[in-house]
Structures are given as structure tokens and as C-alpha cells.
């Protein structure tokens, strides 16, 4: 079974920053939909930031200006740089891709159509 495998992550003070990375399997890169959703004990999964097949990007209104979705062919890779850091950004963060979608936005609020996911991994930040 296809999955993404993801890095990055860890603990952080409020106001810092972190990058995510997940590498993509090549003959999905700028054919898939890709994007990050975050996900804690208390809230269902939501979206993060999408990309689509070119470099349309939609994000959510809690990360916008602050975190950066963006890929690299060359290696294969999805990032998502986050900064200034807030203690409500904890979560445990997942990497995603979907062949179809109509539009990053369409898609930022519907984690069920994507049906390939990274392992996930935890963003924890303190005050």
C-alpha cells in the first residue's frame, strides 16, 4: 500500500518555527493534489494547507501568513513550513494526496477524499 513518508516535527516555544517534510512518490508529483492536515484528541482532522497540481495553494484562515505550503520535484518532497508558532498549532500533522479534487479550497475541508496519507507526526508547541 502506497504511503508518504513524513519528517519533521517536534517540540517548539510559541513563536518559532518548524518544517514538515513528505516525500512523494514520483508519478504522483504534480499529478496529485497534496496537502497537510492536522488532527488532535479533542478536534477532527482538518486541513492545513493545500497545493494543487501546479502551485495553486489554499490554507486554512488559523495558518494564513504563517505557514507556507510548497514542493520540490527535484527531491520529491512536500514542505510545510511553519512559523510563528502558536500553542493552538499542536497536533499531530499529516501529509496527503488525492488524484482529483476542483480546487485546493474545495479540498482543504474534505480530508475524506484523499485517499493516500504520511505516517503523521507531532508538532508540539509551548509557551
Known amino acids: 500500500q502506497v504511503q508518504l513518508v513524513q519528517s519533521g516535527g517536534g517540540s517548539v516555544q510559541a513563536g518559532g518555527s518548524l518544517r514538515l517534510s513528505c516525500v512523494v512518490p514520483?508519478?504522483?508529483?504534480?499529478?496529485?493534489?497534496m496537502g497537510w492536515f492536522r488532527q488532535t484528541p479533542e478536534k477532527e482532522r482538518e486541513g492545513v494547507a493545500i497545493?494543487?497540481?501546479?502551485?495553486?495553494?489554499s490554507y486554512a484562515d488559523s495558518v494564513k501568513g504563517r505557514f507556507t505550503i510548497s514542493k520540490d520535484h527535484g527531491k520529491n518532497t512536500l514542505y510545510l513550513q511553519m512559523n510563528t508558532l502558536k500553542p493552538d498549532d499542536t497536533a499531530m500533522y499529516y501529509c496527503?494526496?488525492?488524484?482529483?479534487?476542483?480546487?485546493?479550497?474545495?479540498?482543504?475541508?474534505?480530508?475524506?477524499?484523499?485517499?493516500?496519507w504520511g505516517q503523521g507526526t507531532q508538532v508540539t508547541v509551548f509557551s
Open positions: 497545493i494543487d497540481r501546479g502551485t495553486i495553494t
Open positions: 496527503a494526496a488525492t488524484p482529483s479534487a476542483p480546487s485546493p479550497q474545495w479540498a482543504l475541508s474534505r480530508p475524506v477524499v484523499f485517499a493516500v
Open positions: 514520483d508519478y504522483m508529483f504534480n499529478k496529485y493534489y
